[in-house]
């Protein structure tokens, strides 16, 4: 049978311990399916009778005995998240009773759902498109309230409304383009180059601050992950405990104290970050302690996979050649310097040579006592400056899967290679050709020319009952 005429049926709320548990069917055998299992209070009312959008309280069956109460939420096709017939019923929370019902249901004839499967479902009845099919796992996954504000944004078609701009300059462009071309002897008039090379231009424009917005926007969403790097005794432990707003860390004045990777996450601003203090990064030399040794090693390997660096430097002490080895590995990466312990130095001579050194290897570098709360304040808009979410509008169109980042990349290319032909003097059919490419990736983007494998991959990701 085709998977489509299936009535499927998922807990819809998550497994465990909590006040109430929804399962969701769905399909055109819903309301005949649920009616063989659900019994109304009132003696009278039908399920098959009930209308969208009402609710109808009772208690379901399994193998004829009478189980816990249930209240059912009717929606009728196409008035429904699926677009198909759906009921939701809800029962007491706990996995027992919703354990329960999905064995009447399946009694009856449901089908258990697979991963995304409603979603899918939705997508094919065209209730929604294939990016707000992915906005909807990025909202499900976000942590933080702007990062949910930003993928709630792709839900509602904020990107697909975007994408479709591009799309229709870009035909308009090409229609002209293949008229002129095709038809010389018709009288279409000659486009100019200059509404040619600024078309394209704005077109690009769009695609590259969609680009550029989508790793800041998956920092709001997901967090990232932050090293914390420096010598032994410059403060990493008491930063790590001023992000966190408790004593997580031990702090000692005795070097080496922090031995392996300590984790906790914290929220600073409206950016999650994934702290990692690493061990204190200092030369054991051949004959020092193993396992301090092999922490330093982890500490630079975390250095090159963190999507930020903070790395602590003491002000109140000379930078060594130990710092230095720091500030070199942070060149080229998502790094911070930390010029610590400004209450004891202020900003005097230490902190301009400090300021010079460290220079070359950083994207800013910050003042600050890690003893002080206050110091939280400009660590955050350094962060956020240096993450791009400080610029991010949480509201605005906005990539969210690596596939559309991919699709978004290739088009932005595609319309770099046309104004490039243009530049260089070859014929208006071959940026034509470019444009065209650049169509095809925006199609891919927004799932109108998405292949079967590609929507296969978007739903692997899905949970069960979504
Ligand atoms: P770590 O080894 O890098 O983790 O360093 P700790 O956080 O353990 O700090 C080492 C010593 O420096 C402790 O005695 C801290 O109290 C002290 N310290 C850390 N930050 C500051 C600061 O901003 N000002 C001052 N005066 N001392 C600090």
Redesign the pocket.
């Known amino acids: 049978m085709d998977r489509l005429q299936q009535t499927i049926c998922a807990l819809a709320t998550p497994p465990g311990t909590g006040g109430i548990a929804v399962v969701r069917v769905s399909g055109p055998d819903a309301y005949p399916m649920v009616e063989k299992i659900f019994v109304p209070l009132h003696v009278g009312r039908k399920v098959a009778e009930a209308k969208g959008y009402t609710a109808m309280l009772g208690h379901y069956l399994l193998h004829g005995a009478e189980m816990d109460e249930c209240v059912a939420l009717f929606f009728r096709a196409p008035h429904s998240y699926t677009g198909e017939d759906v009921i939701e019923l809800s029962v007491h929370g706990g996995t027992a009773m919703a354990d329960g019902l999905l064995e009447a249901l399946i009694t009856a004839g449901c089908a258990p759902a697979g991963p995304g499967e409603f979603t899918r479902r939705a997508l094919e009845n065209g209730r929604m498109s294939l990016t707000q099919a992915e906005a909807v796992m990025e909202v499900i996954a976000a942590n933080g309230r702007q990062g949910a504000a930003l993928a709630k944004s792709a839900l509602d078609g904020r990107l697909a409304k975007r994408i479709g701009k591009i799309q229709t300059a870009l035909q308009t462009l090409n229609a002209h383009l293949t008229a002129w071309v095709d038809y010389p002897e018709e009288d279409v008039p000659e486009l100019s180059d200059a509404a040619f090379v600024g078309t394209l231009t704005e077109q690009k424009a769009a695609l590259d601050a969609l680009i550029s917005g989508y790793s800041a926007g998956a920092v709001l969403r997901h967090g990232v992950d932050c090293v914390?790097l420096?010598?032994?005794?410059?403060?990493?432990?008491?930063?790590?405990?001023l992000l966190a707003g408790f004593d997580r860390?031990?702090?000692?004045?005795?070097?080496?104290?922090?031995r392996d990777i300590v984790e906790q996450a914290v929220q600073l601003g409206s950016v999650r970050l994934n702290l990692f203090?690493t061990a204190?990064v200092r030369d054991v030399g051949e004959h020092g302690d193993a396992v301090e040794a092999e922490g330093i090693r982890r500490s630079w390997k975390k250095l090159e996979e963190a999507g930020l660096v903070l790395a602590?430097f003491?002000l109140?002490a000379p930078l060594n050649e130990e710092d230095l080895e720091i500030a070199r590995r942070c060149q080229g990466r998502p790094a911070l310097a930390i010029l610590?312990?400004?209450?004891?130095a202020g900003q005097g001579e230490a902190f301009t040579a400090a300021q010079q050194q460290l220079a070359p290897y950083f994207k800013a570098i910050i003042p600050?006592?890690?003893?002080?709360a206050a110091?939280l304040q400009p660590l955050c808009q350094a962060v956020a400056q240096l993450l791009g979410t400080a610029n991010l509008d949480p509201n605005a169109a906005a990539l969210c899967s690596a596939r559309q980042l991919s699709a978004a990349k290739e088009a932005r290319d595609a319309l770099a290679e046309a104004l490039n032909s243009q530049e260089d003097g070859f014929g208006l059919d071959a940026a034509g050709v470019c444009i065209s490419d650049a169509q095809r990736a925006l199609a891919r983007l927004t799932g109108e020319d998405a292949t079967e494998a590609t929507i296969d991959e978007v739903f692997s990701t899905f949970c069960v009952g979504k």
């Not at 600050?368 to 002080?372: E, I, S, V, Y």
């Open positions: 914390l420096g010598r032994p005794n410059v403060g990493k432990s008491t930063l790590l405990n860390a031990i702090v000692t004045p005795v070097a080496g104290t922090t203090d204190g602590v003491d109140a610590n312990k400004q209450d004891l600050l006592t890690a003893r002080d110091s």
